[in-house]
């Protein structure tokens, strides 16, 4: 069953070949021989009392597709019961008095919700690492970064500990680790995952919930079941559901590849051939791709991005901050964060708003053109997991923590969908990339649509899953 998809265990589960009991004895058991090697999940619940849920569900009525499959939360959303820690020692062990809104739709689809899943210390770096559960491991190298902040997601799935995961997104959050772990995960456009009712609820609009899974259709299931407004929020959006249309095809669809955006980021060697080789492999669905010149201005974007992005993580973490004894218990990337957020001024705010808007109206032009633009979902292979940020990619230095994912920000910033597929294998160590296919705001399914017609042409979670008993999973 470890290979199996959510929707393929739904299929199974109605046909009566497997129960939820069966389902949650052998999610436990891959937990119980693979976890330690990666520790992608944690806080695992009792499993006496989970066995006693999949029995439940096993006795009564499905009340939704997800009726007895585990899944683990990203420890970075509230799981009534089960601890929050946002891999932070402030607030390591306290427990989630209620659902976040997403886990609430989850569970009333009928997941059973078994732990959480590992993230960076409050979501910030791109590797999944914090002094309260420790590092994820790649399952393709445990010696390496399973990506972040959904890196301990990525890696359940990779290893089939999980079918289907939660993740969250505001600079590659899904797309880096979807793409180091060989699996898929979606950044929705912006509005149609609501967050939770809390604090500014108008003004930033960088971050997202959004879907993982090893196959589009589950990732399509998984975003209908996310998706829709929330009314205490004011931007929420309504779109059709996105399963029905996922077998539509890729016939047609013209892709624009932007590269290195010039030659501006850099790019660790076979990175760029890696993602070429697969938008080759894409022509064959029918799909035409062309090579794009950069069409905005990279130190431009990126100003905005980090002015934008500072702004946030302030408002979010400035309370911490202003009490000196959390102060000095919160990692030195989230003070600099929270500092540069402080600094600045209303007008320093609207200039980079201004930039991002004038970045929606060109890519809005660029859209004119291509109904998919593509891009590589990491600069760089999975680094040492010992390693806090790479300092450097190709020889090129990275002036900051999250310099070295700069490629994922076109997408955030303008709250366009994402979807990152598996692009194959690659660089010194034959590890997982991704590859990020970006569309129109609104045009989810679409994105789905060629991900699902790029997984039934290559599998590569089927083909190439990890090694870590001495045999294929």
């Known amino acids: 069953m470890i290979n199996d998809g959510a929707l393929a265990l739904r299929a199974r589960m109605d046909a009566g070949e497997v129960s939820a009991v069966e389902v949650m004895q052998a999610t436990l058991d891959r937990v119980g021989e693979v976890n330690a090697s990666v520790n992608a999940i944690v806080s695992l619940r009792d499993k006496d009392a989970l066995m006693r849920e999949?029995?439940?569900a096993d006795a009564g009525p499905a009340t939704g597709w997800l009726h007895g499959i585990p899944i683990a939360i990203k420890d970075l959303a509230n799981a009534a019961g089960l601890p929050t820690s946002m891999g932070s020692p402030l607030f390591a062990g306290t427990v989630a008095p209620k659902d976040d809104i997403m886990v609430a739709r989850l569970r009333a689809a009928g997941?059973?919700?078994?732990?959480?899943?590992?993230?960076?210390?409050?979501?910030?770096?791109?590797?999944?690492?914090?002094?309260?559960?420790?590092?994820?491991r790649n399952p393709?190298?445990?010696?390496?970064?399973?990506g972040g902040s959904s890196g301990g997601a990525a890696g359940a799935l990779a290893t089939g500990m999980l079918s289907i995961a939660d993740g969250s997104d505001m600079m590659g959050s899904l797309r880096n680790p979807a793409g180091w772990n060989n699996v898929y995960g979606m950044r929705p456009t912006w509005g149609l995952v609501p967050s939770e009712p809390v604090g500014d609820t108008f003004l930033h609009q960088l971050a997202t919930n959004g879907p993982m899974a090893r196959c589009p259709r589950d990732l399509a299931?998984?975003?209908d079941t996310m998706a829709g407004p929330d009314p205490r929020q004011p931007h929420g959006l309504s779109q059709p559901p996105s399963l029905p249309q996922i077998d539509a095809g890729a016939?047609?669809?013209r892709i624009g590849w932007l590269a290195d955006w010039d030659g501006a980021l850099a790019m660790e060697n076979g990175v760029l051939g890696t993602c070429e080789a697969a938008l080759a492999q894409m022509g064959a669905l029918g799909v035409d791709v062309d090579a794009v010149a950069a069409p905005f201005a990279r130190d431009a974007l990126w100003e905005a991005w980090i002015i934008l992005r500072s702004w946030a993580?302030?408002?979010?973490l400035g309370a911490l901050y202003d009490d000196l004894a959390k102060r000095n218990r919160l990692k030195d990337t989230a003070i600099w964060e929270i500092e540069r957020g402080l600094a600045l001024s209303a007008m320093d705010v609207h200039r980079a708003s201004v930039i991002r808007s004038d970045w929606f109206k060109a890519a809005a032009r660029l859209f004119d053109t291509y109904d998919v633009l593509a891009l590589p979902?990491?600069?760089?292979?999975?680094?040492?997991?010992?390693l806090d940020w790479p300092r450097e990619i190709a020889g090129q230095g990275m002036d900051?923590?999250?310099?070295?994912?700069?490629v994922v920000i076109a997408a955030s910033l303008i709250g366009l969908p994402v979807v990152s597929v598996p692009a194959g294998f690659g660089g010194a160590h034959d590890l997982p990339m991704g590859l990020q296919l970006i569309g129109r705001r609104g045009h989810d399914a679409q994105l789905l649509r060629l991900a699902e017609a790029w997984h039934q042409a290559t599998d590569w979670p089927g083909q190439r899953p990890p090694d870590l008993s001495g045999g294929h999973l």
């Open 54 to 56: 999949a029995a439940h």
């Open 111 to 136: 997941a059973i919700v078994i732990g959480k899943t590992n993230t960076p210390e409050f979501g910030l770096g791109s590797h999944s690492i914090n002094p309260v559960f420790g590092a994820t």
């Open 140 to 146: 393709y190298d445990t010696s390496r970064s399973a």
């Open 221 to 223: 299931a998984l975003l």
């Open 251 to 253: 016939q047609g669809l």
């Open 313 to 316: 993580v302030a408002g979010g």
């Open 377 to 386: 979902s990491a600069q760089m292979w999975p680094f040492d997991v010992t």
């Open 400 to 406: 900051t923590y999250h310099r070295w994912m700069e």
